[in-house]
């Protein structure tokens, strides 16, 4: 169990008050990262595609940090996949935390990956000629270094590079197939992105210090009812019994979760510590699977809480992630920020679960 406190971060590269800018920032993983670039007194600066979804980040950090709040300001980029796309948003910035991608899930590597990579391309092109930005951390993922694999033993650091996945997704025309395919077309376009962002700043030598996270199957509060919530919003329906998203998690393969808090904290890390360069950081806590989840939401109706239907139950023989990941550093870095450990898989479960208005 994970023990927290905020101490400042010592001689941090970009002081107190630096402009930070966060693309997608409606989503599960920037939505906390903002929260705790805000937590840590630095201003943000958050990109959607639409004044809509702009709203959902409002809503929560309004909540969270004072309506209003000055620290707070936001920047419409309808397509990032266009050249430049980010120029006006990203002035007077002084770090970039790229988070943004796509989520589709479609089946077409041309319609996924390409525009993916290129987007990635394009924002490092936007940070090097905007010279006010010192810092620029890549939301990368798990998948990137590899897909589930349960029941096989092998271990994860940082020269670990998923080439499975780009084979499957670039397998055709035709591009047909179920989630299987989506989810490696998603995964290989994880991969190849981060891939070129390191071949860019390998190329061309930015200024500014460069760091990617991997995390994988993030959990714990979401922080606004209008948010999907990524995987955290799969556990969270799944309590409240949404019986297709029961189903996709039954079947979904054993791998290692993260608390999405302590996740956006290694972001943070990664932007503000200035000896943490040129690294790949595994934001991996503990490994779990179905049976996991069902026995944790079991403990926690007895505990009080009220699921939305009578819960499922475990199946027998789904396995477990027997690999292994190079987690040392980022637990330096929470340490350096005054936690110690990862948060747990029960208060992850718990959070997820959990109304938004529990967050305020």
């Not at 993260?258 to 200035?274: C, E, I, P, Q, R």
């Not at 989840?293 to 809480?305: C, P, R, S, Y």
Request: hydrophobic share 40%.
């Amino acid at each position: 169990m994970a023990t927290q406190s905020h101490p400042a971060i010592a001689d941090p590269a970009l002081p107190p008050g630096s402009l930070i800018l966060i693309s997608g920032i409606n989503g599960f993983i920037a939505s906390h990262i903002a929260d705790q670039f805000l937590a840590y007194g630095y201003r943000v600066r958050g990109t959607a595609r639409s004044a809509e979804k702009l709203a959902i980040a409002h809503e929560f950090l309004d909540r969270r940090h004072g309506h209003g709040s000055p620290a707070f300001e936001d920047a419409v980029v309808p397509d990032m996949g266009v050249r430049g796309a980010f120029e006006d948003a990203m002035k007077g910035c002084h770090g970039v935390a790229h988070v943004a991608t796509d989520v589709s899930f479609g089946t077409d590597p041309n319609k996924v990956i390409t525009p993916t990579v290129k987007a990635v391309e394009w924002i490092l092109e936007t940070a090097m000629n905007t010279p006010t930005v010192k810092r620029f951390v890549f939301s990368s993922s798990s998948s990137a270094a590899t897909e589930p694999k349960p029941g096989v033993k092998f271990h994860i650091d940082a020269s670990t590079w998923n080439t499975e996945s780009s084979e499957i997704a670039w397998t055709g025309p035709p591009y047909d197939g179920g989630f299987d395919r989506a989810f490696s077309v998603y995964a290989a376009s994880k991969t190849e992105a981060e891939r070129a962002a390191w071949k860019y700043v390998d190329t061309h030598k930015p200024s500014f210090g460069f760091n990617t996270i991997l995390p994988d199957f993030n959990m714990g509060p979401i922080l606004s009812e209008q948010q999907h919530g990524s995987t955290g919003g799969w556990v969270r329906n799944m309590w409240r019994g949404d019986a297709a998203m029961t189903d996709l998690l039954r079947g979904f393969a054993p791998q290692y979760y993260v608390n999405v808090a302590d996740n956006a904290k290694v972001h943070v890390a990664a932007m503000l510590m200035g000896d943490v360069e040129r690294e790949r950081l595994y934001t991996w806590a503990e490994p779990f699977n179905f049976n996991d989840l069902v026995n944790t939401m079991a403990q926690l109706e007895k505990e009080g809480m009220k699921p939305g239907k009578q819960l499922p139950t475990t199946v027998e023989g789904i396995g477990r992630d027997l690999s292994t990941v190079d987690t040392k550093r980022p637990l330096e870095l929470l340490s350096r920020m005054g936690q110690e450990g990862w948060t747990g898989f029960r208060e992850s479960t718990r959070d997820a679960c959990r109304d938004s208005s529990a967050f305020a």
